[in-house]
């Protein structure tokens, strides 16, 4: 149990500095397998690879169409208009609080949280621009 909990804070922690999903999933699955007493190789080929290739396999049309519906709502200009409109109703310096109400009312609308994501991308990227705020709100502090 200790080493699912230290696991769960070397990816908490390295995601708030910054790193990469890509490289933090791996890292956080290695120390529960080293705390937890597990052959590592094993571990990372069977397990941890087996597990990432079922979900990627799964949910891989729902990242595609949405990746596709987020550029779409980009390119057509779609996402500049939701921000400005968001803009213009809450005012450009409550840009934050505009890509959280973006996001509910299209989660509770129906809208698979991993849509959302894409689509809200360009969105936010507007909204923060308007309000010169940097994407890496986390790195600021």
């Known amino acids: ?4 909990l230290l696991g769960l804070g070397v990816l908490m922690l390295l995601a708030y500095w910054g ?4 490289w933090v999933a791996p890292i956080g699955a290695g120390v529960v397998a080293l705390c937890g007493g597990l052959d590592w190789l094993e571990t990372y080929t069977h397990t941890y690879m087996g597990g990432f290739c079922a979900f990627a396999k799964v949910w891989f049309p729902i990242f ?9 709502m980009e390119m057509s200009g779609m996402a500049s208009a939701i921000a400005k409109l968001i803009a213009q109703t809450l005012g450009q310096k409550r840009a934050i609080l505009g890509v959280i109400l973006a996001c ?9 949280l ?3 994501v894409f689509s809200v991308y360009p969105l936010a990227l507007s909204l923060f621009q308007k309000a010169q705020i940097r994407k890496h709100i986390a790195l600021d502090r």
Do not use: E, N, P, R
């Open 1 to 4: 149990m200790l080493g699912i």
């Open 19 to 22: 790193w990469s999903i890509v």
């Open 64 to 72: 595609m169409l949405g990746a596709i519906f987020g550029k779409l």
């Open 104 to 112: 509910a009312l299209l989660t509770y609308g129906g809208v698979s």
């Open 114 to 116: 991993f849509v959302v």
